[in-house]
Every structure is written in C-alpha cells, then in structure tokens.
C-alpha cells in the first residue's frame, strides 16, 4: 500500500530554519506531483508548495515564497521542504501529499491529491 512518511519537524526559534522530508512507498513515484500543505488547529488545510513530477515546476503560497524550497530526488522516491526565516505563523502540521500526474485540477487544491501522510509538527517560537 501507498505510504508517505514525514519527518524533520520540531521546534524552532523564529528566523531559524528546518527541512521537512517525505519519503514515499508503494507508488511509482516519479509519476506524482508531490506537494505540501499545512494546518493549524480549528483551522482548514492550507497549500504550501508543490513540486511535479519531473520536478520542473515548482508552486508556493504567497506567503511563503522566498523562504521555503520544495524539491525532490526520483531517486530516493522523497520530498523535501526546505524553510528558512521561519516565523510563529508558520507553526502548523505539515502534511506531505501525492497527486498522479493524470489528475485534472490546481495542485494547489487538497481534493487532487490521492495520498497523504500522518504529518509533522513544526513550531515556532518568538
């Protein structure tokens, strides 16, 4: 079965950085756009970034561009998410998720993704 496990989460002072990793099983994963979202409690899940499959084309939330890197290794089937100058409001669960290639839709919409791990906690502290 398909798995996507995140890691590198943790707590961080603001201005720090962390590097989110995603490491996929059970597909083919160089035929997935892989992306990223978050979510706060009682909040909805929100887009971060996402990479395609081939890794040429890289989308990020406004609020995040400049400071975050999303990236890949076909290789090694992993995501990674590189933050830099992270603030307090980037403390959420960051989820990892995979769309086929095939699927119509925005990769930066939650219903166009087919898998999605656990997730990982950053926080950020002030």
């Known amino acids: 079965q398909v798995q996507l496990v995140e890691s590198g989460g943790g707590l961080v002072q603001a201005g720090g950085s962390l590097r989110l990793s995603c490491a996929a099983s059970?597909?083919?994963?160089?035929?997935?756009?892989m992306g990223w979202f978050r979510q706060v409690p009682g909040k909805e899940r929100e887009f971060v970034a996402a990479v395609t499959w081939s890794g040429g084309s890289q989308y990020y939330v406004n609020s995040v561009k400049g400071r975050f890197t999303i990236s890949r290794d076909n290789a090694k089937n992993t995501v990674y998410l590189q933050m830099n100058s992270l603030q307090p409001e980037d403390t959420a669960v960051y989820y990892c998720?995979?769309?086929?290639?095939?699927?119509?839709?925005?990769?930066?919409?939650?219903?166009?993704?087919?898998?999605w791990g656990q997730g990982t906690q950053v926080t950020v502290s002030s």
């Open positions: 998720a995979a769309a086929s290639k095939s699927n119509r839709g925005s990769w930066r919409i939650i219903r166009t993704y087919d898998y």
């Open positions: 059970g597909l083919t994963f160089s035929s997935y756009t």
